[in-house]
């Protein structure tokens, strides 16, 4: 029996047979051993297998079809290796059906085929779909099928072979990273127009460090460089970078930093698709400029940088401008300035003389004299009015004064005329009012008297009978 055994270490678990497949593993065959004489060949659940013979080990008997073909379907599909199995191989053929697609993997180098099954409810999982003459990697279960005597792979997933499960893992993990905002366009940061130091995350070796260098001394001489140095290629290269960006962000003196390797091989810029190294150019502190490869490549990396140069040169030119081109900018913007401080200058002094013309045709002097007159008539004028409303107000006022004097109480009583309250501190202002034996009181002028009512007269009567009981003056 053969038994698929794992030669390498997972770097992801297998996904489930309904989900995308992101892992990258390699699979070998090896033989088990042959079954010795302490080897059961017949399982317990098969009681109707008789025990074989003790010398020859032969059965006793004959096994049905079904009993046998069970005891295989058993085998294969009960085996954990073969419930979650990786195939490699060439499609030799395709047959589609209407309930999915029919194919047969065939070895390259060995004369040994299987025949595979893709139902249609899996057909829009797949990352791509088996063409014939193509290598592809297939992820499947072994079943049998007790009907026809004979076993075939159900497939879940298919993969092209090799640089696929790269391409898939590429496209995975950048679809997870663009869902989370990484790549979004309002997460890049300007680059500072003249930056003072600028850090470059480069392999000291690599030719990218030496074209960098070159780059920046021709573009801006005097600028300061600092080289934190890392592995761009292999295992260790992506921690090696992000050990390399913190320095830089630990460092804290450049103002702008570059990620920069050579060109290569597509695997050789792998290191610039690790996670890792992609959420470290994401989250550095500083503006990112990435120049990774050729105009060809394009890497996670790049996607996440603040701006993706494609080359080491073409990042070290976006990183800062041409010295001599800022410089003679400068003079001719100094020129313009002084062209137009020139004109402005003129313009105004031609201005000014005319304002000179105007006014000595103006007879300043003959005007201001003109206004001091027009103010001092009205102020004459308001002095005048002035005095003739405080005269009305005064008239007016000394008017409210007497009528004041005419209505007030006082006054009246003066005259001879008295106030007449009952008990309740009332005025009686009628003898309707009043009843014998009331207590009232009197005020007059000066005092005020306490009195009874003897007798209520009729209101033509002219007389009132009241008996004194004091008087109190002033």
């Known amino acids: 029996m053969l038994e698929a055994s794992k030669t390498t270490d997972w770097q992801s678990k297998i996904a489930s047979p309904k989900s995308r497949i992101d892992i990258e593993s390699t699979f070998a065959l090896r033989v088990c051993p042959t ?86 409810s899996q057909l829009d999982r797949l990352a791509v779909l088996p063409v014939q003459g193509e290598r592809v990697i297939v992820l499947g279960q072994i079943r049998v099928y007790p009907a026809r005597g004979s076993y075939q792979l159900t497939v879940w997933q298919v993969l ?71 592995m761009v290629q292999g295992e260790l290269a992506p921690p090696s970078i992000v050990r390399a960006i913190h320095r830089v962000e630990r460092d804290r003196r450049a103002d702008v930093l570059i990620l920069s390797r050579g060109g290569g091989a597509t695997e050789d810029l792998d290191c610039f698709n690790d996670e890792r190294v992609v959420r470290a150019v994401a989250e550095c502190a500083i503006p990112v400029i990435t120049g990774i490869g050729h105009q060809r490549d394009e890497s996670l990396a790049d996607l996440a940088a603040d701006v993706c140069a494609h080359t080491p040169t073409a990042a070290a030119e976006a990183a800062v401008p041409i010295l001599a081109d800022l410089v003679q900018e400068h003079r001719e913007r100094c020129l313009a300035l002084y062209r137009v401080v020139a004109e402005q200058v003129e313009r105004e002094q031609r201005r000014a003389e005319g304002l000179r013309d105007r006014l000595s045709r103006l007879r300043l002097d ?37 009528a004041l004097q005419t209505l007030d109480p006082a006054v009246v009583l003066r005259r001879g005329y008295a106030v007449v309250r009952q008990e309740n501190g009332a005025i009686a202002r009628s003898v309707e009012t009043l009843h014998p034996g009331d207590r009232i009181t009197i005020t007059l002028a000066q005092g005020e008297l306490s009195a009874e009512v003897k007798t209520v007269l009729g209101c033509g009567e002219q007389e009132l009978g009241v008996r004194s009981q004091g008087l109190e003056g002033d």
């Open 160 to 230: 092209p072979a090799g640089e696929g499960l790269r391409s898939l893992r590429y496209r995975q993990l950048r679809h997870r990273l663009e869902a989370e905002g990484l790549f979004d366009l309002d997460r890049k940061r300007p680059l500072p127009p003249h930056p003072r130091v600028v850090a470059v995350v480069t392999s000291p070796q690599a030719a990218a460090w030496g074209d960098i260098q070159r780059t920046l001394s021709h573009r801006y001489p005097g600028l300061r460089v600092l080289l934190s140095p890392a």
């Open 35 to 120: 079954p010795t004489s302490q080897t059961p060949l017949l399982p317990s659940p098969f009681p109707q297998l008789l025990a074989v013979s003790s010398s020859l080990r032969y059965p006793d008997t004959a096994l049905s079809v079904a009993g046998l073909t069970h005891y295989i379907q058993s085998l294969l599909e009960e085996d954990e290796q073969l419930r979650q199995v990786w195939v490699t191989g060439e499609v030799s053929s395709v047959n589609p059906h209407r309930s999915g697609l029919f194919l047969t993997l065939q070895d390259p180098d060995e004369p040994a085929a299987i025949n595979a099954v893709l139902w249609n």
């Open 366 to 402: 003959r005007q201001v004299q003109q206004h001091k007159d027009a103010i001092a008539a009205l102020r004459q004028r308001l002095t005048r009015s002035t005095q003739h409303r405080l005269q009305q107000a005064q008239q007016h006022a000394l008017y409210l004064r007497q």
